[in-house]
């Protein structure tokens, strides 16, 4: 019903910045929360950064300062600029969204995820 495509993932030096994109496509009626997440080898995913519809940002202790989400609400897209990147940034990032389809029902949808690898 609703689809979360990522993209922008990738190898980058220690220091060194990338921006990940998420576009939310399908049976959309409202999206009241977009956000990403991360899952490192061997540990759970977590949250990284979570922007609610007309709400606040809400980021994760480890990259506050670092890294900054946005919207473009007429898109159904969000972004997570990524700056002075570290190697414990390593991870699979995905997309997550909390959406209200037209079928209204309301479901938390998930991207494919994105590898970003922080290395020198």
């Known amino acids: 019903q609703v689809q979360l495509v990522e993209s922008g993932g990738g190898l980058v030096q220690p220091g060194g910045s990338l921006r990940l994109s998420c576009v939310a496509s399908?049976?959309?009626?409202?999206?009241?929360?977009m956000g990403w997440y991360r899952q490192a080898p061997g540990k759970q995913r977590e949250l990284v950064a979570a922007l609610p519809t007309g709400g606040s940002t809400n980021y994760a202790d480890s990259v506050k300062g670092r890294f900054t989400i946005s919207r473009d609400n007429a898109k159904n897209t969000v972004y997570l600029q990524m700056n002075s990147l570290k190697p414990e940034d390593t991870a699979v990032y995905y997309c997550?969204?909390?959406?209200?389809?037209?079928?209204?029902?309301?479901?938390?949808?998930w991207g494919q995820g994105t590898q970003v690898t922080v290395s020198s």
């Open positions: 399908g049976s959309i009626f409202n999206i009241y929360v």
């Open positions: 997550n969204a909390d959406v209200r389809t037209i079928f209204f029902n309301r479901n938390n949808y």
